[in-house]
């Protein structure tokens, strides 16, 4: 076990180290390509007053995978999955980013495409929320593989939207991935699964050496590009740990983990729904710019929704005491 925490511990300031390194490079890169979020296209979201680059994305996501494999070894089918659908994110939240710099709005259907593209690719490789354990009899009930495909599915595209949706604050996304990362990385301690761990505890180390340089006034955004990989990797995190041999009663570990993103956004497409307005629209509905209308400042939202974060984050810890 002693030897396992040093290579924690070595995860986590790989990750961090990384990021912290490869982010200046990649703020200056996107200076000279001009992909730069500018504040004037959208008053009432952006709240930053000059042009922030878009670049922090690919420092993550080169971060994650160069101490994942370094520290994991781990070059199975499901890591290639894991790979190729953090690519196919990276690729459209590019494009995305790029149509809004240019004062653009992208379609929301190949987003879409490529978003369950991702989903079905972890999928088909082994990484699926199967079934659960009966609380009564204590044998596991397996699902019909088609609601396992659609329950599996559904939960990596919804993880990914809300942490996506999220991402209007600084520092708020990268707080709250940091905050359900550092609760999953528990969870698949306590339950001994060590590839999850290992996620988790890389997760951690990317988003914290990120709000280095994003926590407000941020210095970089890492974009659509970055939030729906952000996203991506805790529901494959869940997934692969929470998730597993799960009672009924600790299917909700992961939902309280990712508490304040779920239920945010559960209630903003419901009023969206209600109101007739598209899903997809974005719009200043999400709780950090109700906050901010309310008369807080953007450090005591950012704040607040994180303190909100760590008491779901503690829920969700003290739910897997109980199942022990």
């Keep these: 076990m002693a030897v396992r925490i040093i290579w924690y511990l070595f995860a986590f300031v790989v990750s961090l180290v990384t990021v912290l390194v490869l982010i200046p490079p990649f703020s200056k890169l996107a200076f000279k390509l001009d992909f730069v979020d500018r504040p004037q296209k959208d008053v009432e979201r952006k709240l930053h007053r000059q042009p922030i680059p878009l670049t922090a994305s690919y420092a993550i996501f080169i971060a994650f995978f160069i101490t994942y494999l370094i520290v994991a070894r781990d070059f199975s089918l499901e890591t290639g999955a894991i790979f190729l659908g953090g690519i196919l994110l990276l690729a459209i939240g590019t494009i995305d980013d ?7 709005d992208f379609p929301a259907l190949p987003k879409l495409v490529v978003q369950m593209s991702a989903a079905v690719l972890v999928y088909a490789s082994g990484i699926a929320f199967t079934g659960f354990v009966n609380p009564f009899t204590g044998a596991y009930v397996e699902l019909p593989a088609i609601l396992q495909f659609i ?47 290992y996620m988790a505890v890389i997760l951690i180390g990317v988003t914290l050496g990120y709000l280095k340089y994003n926590k407000p006034p941020a210095k970089i955004f890492m974009g659509d590009a970055g939030a729906t990989f952000l996203g991506f990797l805790l529901a494959v995190i869940a997934l692969d740990g929470a998730f597993k041999q799960a009672t009924v009663l600790s299917l909700f570990i992961p939902i309280l983990a990712l508490g304040v993103p779920i239920f945010d956004n559960i209630f903003v497409v419901v009023k969206r729904f209600m109101q007739g307005k598209a899903i997809y629209k974005a719009d200043a509905s999400q709780a950090h710019y ?30 897997l005491l109980v199942q022990l």
């Design 98 to 104: 790029w149509f809004k710099t240019k004062g653009k």
């Design 151 to 197: 329950l599996t599915i559904l939960w990596i595209f919804g993880v990914t939207t809300v942490i996506n949706f999220t991402d209007g604050l600084d520092g708020l996304a990268g707080g709250l991935s940091a905050i359900s990362a550092t609760t999953l990385f528990i969870v698949a301690v306590v339950m001994g699964q060590t590839n999850s761990a």
């Design 290 to 319: 109700r906050l901010l209308r309310a008369g807080l400042n953007t450090k005591q939202v950012l704040m607040f929704l994180c303190l909100l974060g760590t008491c779901f984050g503690l829920s969700s810890i003290i739910l």
